[in-house]
């Protein structure tokens, strides 16, 4: 079964501090995608990035980068210079191919409520 | 705009009267999905449509939800007898491949 767990349940920072947010995944598939989601107080989902099960390569964009780790299951998330308008809740998702390889139904964690306070 | 589009935003209902939800998935998109989130949690799969076939369903999908997507364009979430426990914010994403979309919910609470 999948299971993807945020030990953070919120966190809170001062305004161009550095911030990680952390996500470990179970899965015993060998295919499957993890993603990153924001969701501001405005309640949308909002796609950060999609990672796949072969491709470990970190990523930045802009002030974002994510560090996957399949070795510790770990896909976490890294805020530099944090603003004020990064407050969210962000989810780390994870999927696989369900059956007929076209179900890519999400497992979300529980969340972590990220403040940056100016 | 050519988002996920969710109807209504906001539903509040008696306990025991009956509930519809539109959700109208990014155009170009096969796949369609219903969500529910309740405070606190992330959200939970319901069921899934590829094209108008609904393949999937959760166990949390009770005998008293039902979802079409009919022609396989816009679908709807229909919940009858509302209960208190189906408070929650509930959510349609659409996909062409991988990443899902999401729209901005229907927040239902039932009195």
Redesign the interface.
């Known amino acids: 079964a999948q299971k993807v767990t945020q030990a953070q349940t919120e966190i809170s920072v001062v305004e161009k501090e550095d911030v990680t947010l952390d996500c470990v995944y179970e899965t015993r598939d060998t295919t499957y995608y993890l993603f990153w989601y924001k969701q501001p107080p405005s309640g949308e989902l909002v796609f950060l990035i999609r990672r796949n099960s072969f491709d470990e390569q970190n990523e930045i964009s802009g002030r974002y980068s994510w560090n996957f780790q399949k070795s510790t299951s770990s896909f976490n998330f890294t805020i530099t210079a944090s603003q004020v308008v990064d407050s969210a809740v962000y989810f780390c998702a994870l999927s696989e191919a369900g059956s007929g390889g076209s179900n890519y139904k999400l497992t979300f964690g529980k969340g972590t409520l990220l403040t940056v306070n100016p | 705009d050519t988002g996920v589009s969710q109807n209504p935003r906001h539903k509040i209902t008696k306990r025991g009267q009956n509930v519809t939800f539109r959700c109208d998935p990014i155009s170009e998109h096969n796949?369609l999905?219903w969500?529910r989130q309740t405070l606190?949690?992330?959200?939970?799969?319901l069921t899934?449509f590829?094209n108008e076939a609904q393949?999937?369903k959760s166990r949390l999908l009770s005998d008293r939800f039902s979802a079409e997507r009919p022609k396989g364009s816009f679908s709807t979430l229909e919940i009858q007898r509302t209960e208190q426990g189906d408070s929650a914010?509930y959510?349609c994403?659409s996909?062409l491949?991988?990443?899902?979309?999401?729209?901005?919910?229907t927040?239902l609470t039932v009195v």
């Open positions: 796949r999905y969500y606190g949690q992330g959200p939970e799969f899934y590829q393949l999937e914010m959510l994403a996909s491949r991988t990443e899902a979309f999401f729209g901005q919910g927040r």
